[in-house]
């Protein structure tokens, strides 16, 4: 079963940047298409970002041009660049599958004003 580790959160002034780390088990992440997501208190959890196995992209309009998502597939981790960072980007980030895998804990990222 493929476990997926986020890492990388933190407390940051807006403004800011942070990078997120997602390490997977799977051998098979190569061929997936890998998303990031995120949940705010009380919020569903909605997606930010994703990359297919061919390297392409998609982004929430509320992070384009501040968000980048990448992946080295060599090491099978995820990474998402966060820049710009605002307040309403609070949330626990989670990154995920494409059909889904089990859930990881997820990596909480504050951002104070």
């Known amino acids: 079963q493929v476990r997926l580790v986020e890492s990388g959160g933190g407390l940051v002034q807006a403004g800011g940047s942070l990078r997120l780390s997602c390490a997977t088990s799977?051998?098979?992440?190569?061929?997936?298409?890998m998303g990031w997501y995120r949940q705010a208190p009380g919020k569903q959890r909605d997606l930010v970002a994703e990359i297919t196995s061919g390297g392409s992209t998609n982004y929430a309009d509320s992070v384009k041009g501040r968000f980048t998502i990448s992946r080295d597939n060599s090491k099978n981790t995820l990474y998402l660049q966060m820049d710009n960072l605002k307040p309403e980007d609070t949330a626990v980030y989670y990154c995920?599958?494409?059909?889904?895998?089990?859930w990881g804990q997820g990596t909480q990222v504050t951002v104070s004003s």
């Open positions: 799977g051998s098979i992440f190569r061929f997936k298409t």
């Open positions: 995920n599958a494409k059909p889904s895998w089990p």
